[in-house]
């Protein structure tokens, strides 16, 4: 049974909670987002796994899930780069925000997400059971496709995407 840290919109825990009944009950709780970027300041897309319980075959950041109970989310990030694309890479915390998704199998993302950010060029090894199939794409390529094409993209994922651009344009100012 895996369960996720119940927060309040400042991060502080205040509970915890099996995954799905969090997520059946839409509470708060944290997560994290990584994206990936390449030497040609592509961004590595994951496509995921048809098998998931929800948002199956869409596609999204590098990797995205919850930290378990006592782990530190930046410890979580690492781990799931490995287990979902069978690499890790040093990240850095770009920012956090709030948002609430409703998905069409009664279950609700109500999360307070810290997207975190890295750089990587190297072999990627993805587990078929998270992963359906990656590419890289350049941030103006993969706005224009989610203009276009907007339902094959996660909810998160187009919600996190501008504040990403913002970030970015805010750092390189």
Same mark, same amino acid.
């Given at each position: 049974m895996t369960?996720?840290?119940?927060?309040?919109?400042?991060?502080?825990?205040?509970?915890?909670m099996?995954?799905?009944?969090?997520?059946?009950?839409?509470?708060? #709780?944290?997560?994290?987002? /990584? $994206? @990936?970027f390449?030497r040609? *300041?592509?961004?590595l897309?994951?496509?995921?796994?048809?098998?998931?319980?929800h948002?199956?075959?869409?596609?999204?950041?590098?990797?995205?899930?919850h930290?378990?109970?006592?782990?530190?989310t930046?410890?979580?990030a690492?781990?799931?780069l490995?287990?979902e694309?069978?690499?890790?890479?040093?990240?850095?915390?770009g920012?956090?925000?709030i948002?609430?998704?409703?998905?069409?199998?009664?279950?609700?993302? #109500?999360?307070?997400?810290h /997207? $975190? @950010?890295?750089?990587?060029? *190297?072999?990627?090894?993805?587990d078929?059971?998270?992963v359906?199939?990656?590419?890289f794409m350049?941030?103006?390529?993969?706005?224009?496709?989610?203009?276009?094409?907007?339902?094959?993209?996660?909810?998160?994922?187009?919600?996190?995407f501008?504040?990403?651009?913002?970030?970015?344009a805010?750092k390189?100012?």
């Open positions: 369960e996720v840290i119940l927060v309040n919109e400042n991060d502080e825990a205040v509970g915890t099996e995954k799905i009944a969090a997520h059946r009950k839409a509470l708060l #709780h944290r997560a994290f987002s /990584v $994206f @990936i390449n040609k *300041g592509e961004m897309l994951q496509q995921r796994a048809s098998n998931k319980y948002s199956p075959n869409l596609w999204t950041n590098a990797c995205c899930s930290p378990m109970p006592g782990e530190e930046i410890d979580a690492h781990r799931r490995m287990e694309l069978g690499f890790d890479t040093e990240l850095e915390h920012f956090s925000f948002y609430q998704t409703p998905f069409d199998n009664g279950l609700t993302e #109500h999360e307070l997400d /997207v $975190f @950010i890295g750089h990587y060029d *190297g072999t990627i090894n993805p078929e059971t998270e359906r199939d990656f590419t350049k941030m103006e390529a993969i706005k224009q496709s989610m203009d276009i094409h907007n339902h094959k993209y996660t909810s998160w994922f187009t919600i996190a501008p504040k990403l651009e913002e970030h970015m805010l390189n100012a």
